[in-house]
């Protein structure tokens, strides 16, 4: 059994603020979760708790039914893929892969057997005499990932693996390391700060901030259903338009409540004859969509349009989007669900000033 169970975790240094302030999830055998979250937030240190390399102030960690808290590293049943790729630039990739191997003394012909399996599945059988320096990054990551699957552990560590490759390595190594995940059913625990990486790659995602976590789902559950402001503006590209009420609050609006906040994705925002009146103050075109950045009082609403659009900056625009399409927030940032705002048959959409 491979199942992980995080409960309350606690890392803290000195007397200084707790840097993981008690954190709780599960990773169920064979799926692959993400710990997301930016810079400072502990999900580099929650994943060293969990392989060992960093003490536990409190809280309990377990692999299958057995608590690791107190185990050692190298008795935990776990591989570990870091940021760096961590080769002996001195030896060659076989040498590399295999590092692990015989320090353990697994015997040479099941070392070989693991090492020809190991590198087909990743494309490295034709670079086994290399060293390290006459590798590209991508390949690179492939000895570190053939390393962990020599080692045969069911449970994979991996802390921004990929966070050194260029943009268009990244999204073939995310599909790679997708598959082997899915392939060999790894139970697998992938820390980044890229959502891009999360939203593909993940069966679940634990995003954190500060040290706590501000919302575990599913991709979807997390880009559909934020539980809170910091979800909503962290999760998307752009991220969601969170509006503050104002005195010319949108008639359908009727029951929004002083404080709450009214979100909006970019692609559900739309140019129309009636809504929020604004001026366009950048337009980014990428290709396939524009998105567009209108300024409306000391608010900014981004709205997603399909392919190029002829709207220039300083063109005055109105925005608008259909009711059911709104997220509620209250005064503390919190999603609230059920406010209602309209008619269960109404199609309506922003009609006036905010």
């Given at each position: 059994?491979?199942?992980?169970?995080?409960?309350?975790?606690?890392?803290?240094?000195?007397?200084?603020?707790?840097?993981?302030?008690?954190?709780?999830?599960?990773?169920?055998?064979?799926?692959?979760?993400?710990?997301?979250?930016?810079?400072?937030?502990?999900?580099?240190?929650?994943?060293?708790?969990?392989?060992?390399?960093?003490?536990?102030?409190?809280?309990?960690?377990?692999?299958?039914?057995?608590?690791?808290?107190?185990?050692?590293?190298?008795?935990?049943?776990?591989?570990?893929?870091?940021?760096?790729?961590?080769?002996?630039?001195?030896?060659?990739?076989?040498?590399?892969?295999?590092?692990?191997?015989?320090?353990?003394?697994?015997?040479?012909?099941?070392?070989?057997?693991?090492?020809?399996?190991?590198?087909?599945?990743?494309?490295?059988?034709?670079?086994?005499?290399?060293?390290?320096?006459?590798?590209?990054?991508?390949?690179?990551?492939?000895?570190?990932?053939?390393?962990?699957?020599?080692?045969?552990?069911?449970?994979?560590?991996?802390?921004?693996?990929?966070?050194?490759?260029?943009?268009?390595?990244?999204?073939?190594?995310?599909?790679?390391?997708?598959?082997?995940?899915?392939?060999?059913?790894?139970?697998?625990?992938?820390?980044?700060?890229?959502?891009?990486?999360?939203?593909?790659?993940?069966?679940?995602?634990?995003?954190?901030?500060?040290?706590?976590?501000?919302?575990?789902?599913?991709?979807?559950?997390l880009y559909d259903w934020p539980a809170s402001t910091y979800v909503a503006k962290f999760v998307g590209s752009p991220p969601m338009n969170v509006l503050k009420r104002s005195a010319n609050a949108p008639a359908f609006l009727k029951n929004w409540e002083a404080g709450w906040r009214a979100g909006v994705r970019a692609e559900d925002v739309i140019l129309a004859d009636e809504g929020l009146s604004g001026v366009v103050d950048s337009v980014d075109y990428l290709?396939?969509?524009?998105?567009?950045?209108?300024?409306?009082?000391?608010?900014?609403?981004?709205?997603?349009?399909?392919?190029?659009?002829?709207?220039?900056?300083?063109?005055?625009?109105?925005?608008?989007?259909?009711?059911?399409?709104?997220?509620?927030?209250?005064?503390?940032?919190?999603?609230?669900?059920?406010?209602?705002?309209?008619?269960?048959?109404?199609?309506?959409?922003?009609?006036?000033?905010?």
């Amino acid at each position: 059994m491979s199942r992980i169970v995080v409960e309350n975790l606690v890392k803290q240094f000195g007397d200084a603020a707790p840097v993981v302030n008690g954190v709780s999830f599960e990773v169920e055998e064979g799926t692959l979760t993400v710990l997301l979250g930016g810079s400072g937030c502990g999900k580099s240190t929650i994943l060293r708790m969990i392989s060992g390399l960093e003490d536990i102030t409190s809280g309990s960690v377990k692999i299958g039914e057995r608590e690791v808290a107190n185990v050692d590293a190298s008795k935990r049943g776990v591989s570990m893929v870091f940021q760096n790729y961590a080769l002996f630039p001195h030896l060659s990739v076989a040498e590399n892969i295999l590092f692990g191997l015989k320090v353990r003394k697994v015997p040479t012909e099941e070392r070989n057997k693991r090492l020809m399996d190991a590198a087909e599945l990743v494309g490295l059988d034709e670079l086994l005499e290399r060293k390290p320096a006459q590798l590209s990054g991508g390949q690179r990551q492939r000895v570190a990932l053939a390393r962990t699957i020599v080692a045969q552990q069911p449970v994979c560590l991996m802390d921004e693996p990929l966070s050194n490759l260029d943009a268009k390595l990244r999204a073939s190594m995310r599909a790679e390391i997708r598959g082997l995940q899915q392939r060999l059913g790894l139970t697998m625990i992938y820390v980044t700060h890229d959502q891009v990486e999360a939203m593909t790659m993940a069966d679940q995602v634990v995003l954190l901030n500060e040290g706590k976590v501000a919302q575990m789902a599913s991709p979807a559950d997390l880009y559909d259903w934020p539980a809170s402001t910091y979800v909503a503006k962290f999760v998307g590209s752009p991220p969601m338009n969170v509006l503050k009420r104002s005195a010319n609050a949108p008639a359908f609006l009727k029951n929004w409540e002083a404080g709450w906040r009214a979100g909006v994705r970019a692609e559900d925002v739309i140019l129309a004859d009636e809504g929020l009146s604004g001026v366009v103050d950048s337009v980014d075109y990428l290709g396939s969509e524009t998105i567009l950045w209108v300024a409306v009082g000391d608010q900014t609403i981004a709205c997603k349009m399909p392919g190029r659009s002829t709207v220039k900056v300083g063109d005055d625009v109105t925005c608008a989007w259909q009711v059911e399409k709104t997220h509620w927030f209250d005064e503390t940032g919190v999603r609230r669900d059920g406010v209602q705002t309209a008619s269960p048959t109404s199609q309506g959409s922003v009609s006036q000033g905010m």
